[in-house]
């Protein structure tokens, strides 16, 4: 168990960020550490695993790669996971669940796939115990993970259990709300590192606002969840134990302030609520208040970011237009263009020297905001190509005829 081959799937343009923070948790470089597409790959022993469910932002598991590879077929998969000694991971009275996911496969049914794969696992147990594990597709003590290539089959094993952007903290929520994970790319793209305060004018459920505070005080985000780990028989309770203590002891009091505003005040109590379950109610400052209208919440200039609405979540903080609920509706179209403009030209007149980090698929968002972006990042939000935009508030910037609605 101290030479595992590692992939920790992420949400695409984050790999290098990714890669940046198992560097930094587990010291892993050069050939130890890859980036690939999609993820990152290392080798690493079963400790790390652990430590990078408790402490990765960024990463949606944590997998162990058992068996790589070629096929043709369905046959040939059915021979790969006979061949993986699934009996040193897990007992044939535990349930597991086999997921597919391919690209460029010539196989024309991934459920057939997964049955093969399942089969295969079933009757390993049978030939050496007697008894075939039972298959449990909705809480599986075990899972089991194929990706598919247009000629190589790669087998995992999760030790992550449910996806880690659920922390275990977000219970109240709005609308498509934001992954944590995501929030946690935007946080680590923006170099944010505590030392300045950091401000989400269109905070939601506070996700990105409890994300910055936990990062302040250095609170593992894996601290209050259960891991899929814990039912492999490899596990070992005062490894873990040992861990989390460790963790725990790194907590602080928070390098510096972090706020985050809705208009919805509703929103609001949700955002206060999760800050309690994640352990940082003192860290963050929530408020209702229109994103058009609030002032900086400190005199000292910091980092703002950003994921205004777009899509399945198209209303936010804003005096641009009003919907029957009381929520501005701001389309990534010409009907939120009044809403972007009146937003860069109230962070212009009131936000000098802020700097404004914007996640949108909208990649003419800096024409509608009037605004000169410094940096863009490619991000994708699920299935959505979006764009992380820098705007720098520089002082002296605002116009004449740029004056805030209210000001």
């Not at 300045?196 to 939601?204: F, K």
Request: charge should be positive; glycine fraction near 8%.
């Amino acid at each position: 168990m101290n030479q595992l081959q590692l992939f920790l799937p992420c949400a695409a343009g984050v790999e290098g960020f990714l890669a940046d923070e198992v560097h930094r948790l587990t010291g892993l470089a050069g050939d130890d550490l890859l980036v690939g597409r999609g993820g990152v790959v290392l080798r690493a022993s079963w400790r790390d695993a652990l430590l990078l469910n408790l402490h990765s932002r960024l990463a949606q598991r944590v997998l162990v790669q058992l068996s790589h590879t070629p096929y043709r077929g369905e046959n040939d998969l059915y021979e790969a996971a006979s061949a993986v000694a699934w009996e040193i991971w897990f007992g044939p009275r535990q349930s597991f669940k086999v997921e597919v996911t391919a690209q460029h496969s010539p196989l024309k049914s991934l459920n057939f796939a997964a049955l093969k794969i399942k089969d295969a696992v079933a009757d390993r147990f049978r030939h050496k115990a007697g008894v075939r594990p039972d298959v449990d597709t909705a809480r599986p003590d075990v899972r089991l993970y194929a990706h598919l290539t247009s000629d190589m089959a790669t087998l995992y094993i999760d030790t992550s259990g449910e996806p880690l952007f659920k922390r275990g903290w977000r219970e109240d929520k709005g609308e498509a709300p934001l992954k944590e994970t995501l929030a946690a790319a935007m946080i680590a793209a923006s170099g944010w590192d505590a030392t300045v305060p950091l401000y989400d004018p269109c905070c939601g459920s506070g996700t990105i606002a409890i994300e910055a505070a936990q990062v302040a005080c250095r609170i593992a985000p894996g601290q209050l969840r259960r891991f899929g780990f814990e039912k492999l028989l490899a596990f070992q309770a005062h490894v873990w134990t040992a861990l989390r203590e460790e963790a725990r002891s790194q907590q602080r009091a928070p390098g510096a302030p972090v706020f985050g505003s809705d208009v919805a005040f509703r929103m609001v109590d949700f955002a206060q609520r999760n800050a309690a379950r994640a352990g940082v109610e003192h860290a963050v400052q929530l408020r209702g208040g229109d994103a058009l209208q609030r002032m900086p919440p400190t005199a000292e200039p910091g980092v703002m970011l950003v994921n205004p609405p777009y899509g399945e979540r198209i209303e936010t903080a804003g005096v641009a237009g009003r919907s029957q609920g009381g929520r501005e509706r701001a389309q990534v179209a010409d009907e939120g263009a009044d809403f972007f403009s009146q937003l860069a030209a109230h962070w212009k007149r009131h936000y000098p020297g802020w700097t404004a980090w914007v996640l949108t698929p909208d990649f003419k968002l800096p024409t509608r905001m009037r605004l000169k972006e410094s940096r863009r990042v490619p991000m994708w939000n699920g299935p959505i190509e979006c764009r992380l935009f820098r705007f720098d508030m520089i002082k002296g910037s605002a116009r004449s005829g740029d004056a805030a609605p209210g000001a």
